[in-house]
Nanobody, 112 residues
Framework: QVQLVESGGGLVQPGGSRTLSCITS????????MMWYRQGPGKERTWVAR???????EYSDSVKGRFTISRDEAKSTVYLQMRNLTLEDTAVYYC??????WGQGTQVTVSS
């Protein structure tokens, strides 16, 4: 059974940091392009970071230099380290194993 379970969301102050985790099971993590998407209030779901099977990474312009995606195959987990968070980072963050599997999302709220 395929599962992607995100965790680590919550309330964080502007300028703060947060690390999201996506624990996966039921598929070979090292064979998939893993992505983080987010959907802010009233906005479309957009991608923010991705890590290819060979390990290279890419980021959207809105998070480049602030977010880091990584993968621990031994733990079947994908991470999203977020720093210097702003109000505009408030969103539900989703883990996505392209092109097949989505997680349920975890809410990140940036507020003072």
């Amino acid at each position: 059974q395929v599962q992607l379970v995100e965790s680590g969301g919550g309330l964080v102050q502007p300028g703060g940091s947060r690390t999201l985790s996506c624990i996966t099971s039921g598929f070979p993590l090292d064979k998939y392009l893993m992505m983080w998407y987010r959907q802010g209030p009233g906005k479309e779901r957009t991608w923010v970071a991705r890590i290819f099977p060979v390990g290279n990474t890419e980021y959207s312009d809105s998070v480049k230099g602030r977010f880091t995606i990584s993968r621990d195959e031994a733990k079947s987990t994908v991470y999203l380290q977020m720093r210097n968070l702003t109000l505009e980072d408030t969103a539900v963050y989703y883990c996505y194993a392209w092109p097949d599997y989505w997680g349920q999302g975890t809410q990140v709220t940036v507020s003072s």
